[in-house]
């Protein structure tokens, strides 16, 4: 069973910086550079939006709303895939979770693969 734990969550004020860490663990033979990750954030009242997607052929990509301001990047040899978010906005301001998927897939495919782990989150306060 896959395990994702999230980490570096806080309250900073618009434009400041934070990095997300997800440390993916109980991979049985693969790492995570055969699957893809993702950063989903949810705030309250609000659906689930996938904010940056690194792909399982190592490709990545980020949101129009993000783009430009957050970078996801995935270490291979520490299980570990990051969102690093600069310039940041109240308008960030939610849980942000990671999702990861085994095996070849695309990130944008995330929340439709019945197998996907999530993790429990990690709280970004933006104030203004």
């Known amino acids: 069973q896959v395990n994702l734990e999230e980490s570096g969550g806080g309250s900073v004020q618009a434009g400041g910086s934070l990095r997300l860490s997800c440390v993916a663990s109980?991979?049985?033979?693969?790492?995570?550079?055969?699957?893809?990750m993702g950063w989903f954030r949810q705030a309250p009242g609000k659906g689930r939006e996938l904010v940056a997607g690194a792909n399982s052929d190592g490709s990545t990509f980020s949101a129009d709303s993000v783009k430009g301001r957050f970078t996801i990047s995935k270490d291979n040899n520490k299980n570990t895939l990051y969102l690093q978010m600069a310039s940041l906005l109240p308008e960030d301001t939610a849980m942000y979770y990671c999702?990861?998927?085994?095996?070849?897939?695309?990130?944008?495919?995330?929340?439709?693969?019945?197998?996907?782990?999530w993790g429990q989150g990690t709280q970004v306060t933006v104030s203004s």
């Open positions: 109980g991979y049985p033979y693969e790492s995570v550079s055969a699957s893809c």
């Open positions: 999702a990861a998927a085994m095996g070849a897939c695309w990130a944008r495919s995330l929340a439709k693969i019945k197998t996907t782990a």
